[in-house]
T-cell receptor
Framework: AQKVTQAQTEISVVEKEDVTLDCVYETRDTTYYLFWYKQPPSGELVFLIRRNSFDEQNEISGRYSWNFQKSTSSFNFTITASQVVDSAVYFCALSEWNKLIFGTGTLLAVQP | EPEVTQTPSHQVTQMGQEVILRCVPI?????FYWYRQILGQKVEFLVS????????KSEIFDDQFSVERPDGSNFTLKIRSTKLEDSAMYFC????????????FGSGTRLTVV
């Protein structure tokens, strides 16, 4: 069965620190997509990235970067030089044909 | 940028009452979804809808739930007789062509059953 594990329930860092959020997934599919979403205190789900299983290149977008490793079934997310506005719950998700399977989320608190 | 619109943003209802949550998906999208997030927990899939019928539903989506696309723009989730445990954030999402194109989520409706 498809499964997404985010072992870190809560992380607290001080502003400007780098932080990595871990995501491990399980799937039998050969083609799949992985996602990261941010959920700020206001509650909406903000799309961050979608990655195809055939594309293992790491991606960087500003202070955000993602490390996809098929060999370890991981899709980790790093925020460089964290800011208070990064405080949110971050969800990793795996596509299963036509729906998303979400992990339990990691609450990131960035202290000033 | 196109958005998925959900109304209302917050609804309070009495236990046993029927409630309808409304969504306007992105106009050229073909796939529609409802997800649920109980406070402090993960986001869970409820149902997917394509070509005017349910394509998949989860165990959560029992006979108390139904979905409808009453016209060309709205997509609704009805809960027939609400229970306290239905209190959650309900997210609508739409997609042009499923996972290949990603999903756009609405900002959610917070349902409180009292």
């Amino acid at each position: 069965a498809q499964k997404v594990t985010q072992a870190q329930t809560e992380i607290s860092v001080v502003e400007k620190e780098d932080v990595t959020l871990d995501c491990v997934y399980e799937t039998r599919d050969t083609t799949y997509y992985l996602f990261w979403y941010k959920q700020p205190p206001s509650g909406e789900l903000v799309f961050l990235i979608r990655r195809n299983s055939f594309d293992e290149q790491n991606e960087i977008s500003g202070r955000y970067s993602w490390n996809f490793q098929k060999s370890t079934s991981s899709f980790n997310f790093t925020i460089t030089a964290s800011q208070v506005v990064d405080s949110a719950v971050y969800f990793c998700a795996l596509s299963e044909w036509n729906k998303l399977i979400f992990g339990t989320g990691t609450l990131l608190a960035v202290q000033p | 940028e196109p958005e998925v619109t959900q109304t209302p943003s917050h609804q309070v209802t009495q236990m046993g009452q029927e409630v309808i949550l409304r969504c306007v998906p992105i106009s050229n999208h073909l796939y529609f979804y409802w997800y649920r997030q109980i406070l402090g927990q993960k986001v869970e899939f409820l149902v997917s809808f394509y070509n005017n019928e349910i394509s998949e539903k989860s165990e959560i989506f029992d006979d108390q739930f139904s979905v409808e696309r009453p016209d060309g723009s709205n997509f609704t989730l009805k809960i027939r007789s609400t229970k306290l445990e239905d209190s959650a954030m309900y997210f609508c999402a739409s997609s042009e062509e499923g996972q290949n194109y990603g999903y756009t989520f609405g900002s959610g409706t917070r349902l409180t059953v009292v």
